[in-house]
Structure formats: C-alpha cells, structure tokens
C-alpha cells in the first residue's frame, strides 16, 4: 500500500474503482471505433463525462471532434443535440421560450436545443458574447432561467464545445468567465500516416458512427459518476494541488492565474483517473498527467512571454518541473 493510500477503507466502497474502469473501457472501446488511434484524447473526454464536466475541443476542421461527441452519446444511449453557432444567433435559440397558447391562455416553454444531456455546441466562438452567455448558467448551476422561470437540466449534462484555433475571421473570442467553466480544454491532432489509412478503410463503405450501439446505460454512467467520487485524496496530495494552482497566480510569466474552479477541476479528475486506472486512491502522476489540460485555459499568459511565444502550457510545465510534491523534493 502506498503513502497515498488511505489506510482504511469502508466495504461499499471496495468496488467502485471497478465500476469506472469497466464503464470506462467499454465506452472508450466502443468510440474508439470511429475515432481511430487517439485512445488518450478519447479516455480525457469519458473521463471529463465521469467528472460532470464540459470539455473545449480546441482544433482544425475535420479531425474528428463533431464525432467525438456523437459517438460519447450513442454508447451511453443519451439524448443528444447539435447546436450551429452562427453570429446571428439569440439566446433564445439555444435556452429555449416562452409562446402564449391561445387556447390554454396560459404560457408554455418550449425548450432550446441545450435541454439535452449531451450536447454539441459547435463553433461556439462564432456566437456573439451575448449568446455565448446563455450558456454560462447551464454550465455552472445545471439549469436555465427563462423569463423568470427556472428549468433543470437533464442528468447527466455535458456540453462539448469545439472552435477552430486559427480561424478568427468572423469569430468572438470566448471571455475567461466561459473558459473557466469548461472542465479540460483537449486537442485531437492529425493521426498518423498508418492510422489515416485505416481510417479510410473504415469509410469505405460506410461511416463506423452508424455501426456504434449502446454498450452502457445512464443508470451506469450515473453510478461510476458517484464512484469517482469516492476515491480518496490524500493530504499530501490536496497541498500538491493547491501548490500547483497556486504557482500559476505568482509565476512571472502569467498576467493572470487560475482560479479555484482550477483546483476543483484538477482534484475532481485525478480522482477519475485514479478510478479509471483501479485504484481507490490518487497519486501524485494523476495530477501531473491531468494538470495541463485542467489548468493551462485557466491562465492569460503576460505580454513579454506571448512575444517570445511562450504559452500557457509551456508554463504549466514549467511549474510541474519545479513543484515539489508536499513531504517530497523535486528530483
């Protein structure tokens, strides 16, 4: 048993790292199907799902990221929407209104496309900011408000938001409030020279998201969500975090560091990839795998190092290198 162990464990808690790690290899199996040799990328999306978080799939056209999402939602048998950002859209048009029924003289709340459990914000940096906010309560609080009236969100709720890194023809950059709310900002990135072949082989005939079936059920995929939660968090680990955020708010580089959300995001899935790994405990690599995706959208990188082209994930390197971890040293 490791330092990072708990000593002592309760019995119904035995099983729960089980739980995920089955639920997650038959999802990561089943979408892995469509989007071919990106295992890792694949296994940060269920883990963000895990986690009830949202993820930013940041990267070119056509790598797979719109598949990413419909994939995740028919392995999991959920209720799945597609949202087209477009610059002349309305909040409205994606929290849903309210119509007056003549005949019942009564209003009636026709939900928006975000009313879904898993749903795809597509080119969400193409929305004017005013729309782009109809999201932040959805995000944040599982729920919209529509003319005063206060709708849940369906269990469980993700959005997965994909825009084009080098396009900004046409587009409004997502303010730091919208970006805090994302649980991992992920990159999918060209397959290789192999993988592209195997992936036209795939597409021969037919797309391989036609063939996807439900392999677990939301009842499943709620109780590995409560699992994850589970899995203990030493204290040396919690100070390591703490640390870790902590330096991006004093690091000479950064104009502005993480907030506290950054640390929630970084404990909550080291605590899934420890679950998703089997075991019911963290340990210090699962918050050095984890912290450059959960932390490095969090930070505005400083004049001078945009110059020298220093960015936010070269910094979040840069801190774990230095970091100690508590009651250790950095070797």
Same mark, same amino acid.
């Given at each position: 048993m490791t330092e990072?162990?708990?000593?002592?464990?309760?019995?119904? /808690?035995?099983?729960?790292?089980?739980? %995920?790690?089955?639920?997650?290899?038959?999802v990561a199996q089943s979408v892995g199907q469509v989007i071919i040799g990106k295992r890792n990328e694949v296994r940060l999306a269920i883990l963000g799902l895990l986690c009830k978080g949202h993820l930013l799939l940041e /990267?070119?056209?056509g790598v797979g990221k719109t598949m990413m999402a419909k994939a995740l939602s028919k392995t999991i048998g959920c209720d799945f929407n597609r949202i087209q950002f477009t610059p002349d859209m309305l909040p409205s048009d994606v929290t849903g209104v309210s119509i007056f029924n003549q005949k019942t003289m009564q209003f009636e709340f026709r939900p928006g496309p975000i009313m879904s459990q898993i749903v795809l914000a597509d080119e969400i940096n193409r929305a004017t900011? +005013?729309?782009?906010?109809? #999201? !932040?309560?959805?995000?944040?609080? +599982?729920? %919209?408000? %529509? /003319?005063g009236v206060t709708y849940p969100m369906s269990n469980p709720f993700m959005i997965l938001a994909t825009q084009n890194p080098i396009e900004y023809? &046409?587009? $409004?950059?997502l303010p730091e409030a919208q970006l805090d709310r994302f649980l991992m %900002? #992920?990159?999918? &990135?060209?397959?290789?020279?192999?993988?592209? !072949?195997?992936? #036209?082989?795939?597409?021969?005939y037919q797309h391989p998201i036609q063939n996807i079936q439900q392999v677990i059920t939301v009842d499943e995929l709620i109780r590995a969500q409560q699992a994850v939660l589970q899995v203990y968090v030493a204290e040396e680990i919690k100070q390591y975090i703490v640390a870790i955020v902590t330096a991006t708010r004093t690091h000479p580089d950064?104009? @502005? &560091?993480?907030?506290p959300r950054?640390? @929630?995001? @970084? $404990?909550?899935?080291?605590?899934?990839?420890a679950a998703m790994a089997g075991r019911d405990y963290v340990i210090p690599d699962d918050v050095k795998a984890l912290a450059?995706?959960? #932390?490095?959208?969090?930070?505005?990188v400083g004049s001078s190092a945009r110059v020298n082209n220093i960015s936010s994930r070269n910094i979040v390197q840069d801190i774990l290198a230095t970091t100690p971890v508590a009651g250790s040293s950095v070797r």
């Amino acid at each position: 048993m490791t330092e990072y162990s708990q000593q002592t464990r309760r019995t119904s /808690d035995a099983n729960n790292p089980r739980i %995920v790690q089955e639920v997650a290899e038959r999802v990561a199996q089943s979408v892995g199907q469509v989007i071919i040799g990106k295992r890792n990328e694949v296994r940060l999306a269920i883990l963000g799902l895990l986690c009830k978080g949202h993820l930013l799939l940041e /990267d070119i056209p056509g790598v797979g990221k719109t598949m990413m999402a419909k994939a995740l939602s028919k392995t999991i048998g959920c209720d799945f929407n597609r949202i087209q950002f477009t610059p002349d859209m309305l909040p409205s048009d994606v929290t849903g209104v309210s119509i007056f029924n003549q005949k019942t003289m009564q209003f009636e709340f026709r939900p928006g496309p975000i009313m879904s459990q898993i749903v795809l914000a597509d080119e969400i940096n193409r929305a004017t900011p +005013k729309t782009q906010s109809a #999201l !932040l309560e959805a995000m944040e609080e +599982k729920q %919209v408000t %529509v /003319d005063g009236v206060t709708y849940p969100m369906s269990n469980p709720f993700m959005i997965l938001a994909t825009q084009n890194p080098i396009e900004y023809e &046409g587009t $409004f950059p997502l303010p730091e409030a919208q970006l805090d709310r994302f649980l991992m %900002v #992920l990159q999918i &990135g060209y397959p290789t020279p192999a993988e592209e !072949l195997t992936i #036209l082989s795939a597409q021969q005939y037919q797309h391989p998201i036609q063939n996807i079936q439900q392999v677990i059920t939301v009842d499943e995929l709620i109780r590995a969500q409560q699992a994850v939660l589970q899995v203990y968090v030493a204290e040396e680990i919690k100070q390591y975090i703490v640390a870790i955020v902590t330096a991006t708010r004093t690091h000479p580089d950064i104009y @502005l &560091g993480s907030s506290p959300r950054g640390s @929630l995001s @970084l $404990f909550r899935t080291a605590q899934a990839r420890a679950a998703m790994a089997g075991r019911d405990y963290v340990i210090p690599d699962d918050v050095k795998a984890l912290a450059e995706v959960t #932390l490095s959208h969090r930070i505005i990188v400083g004049s001078s190092a945009r110059v020298n082209n220093i960015s936010s994930r070269n910094i979040v390197q840069d801190i774990l290198a230095t970091t100690p971890v508590a009651g250790s040293s950095v070797r």
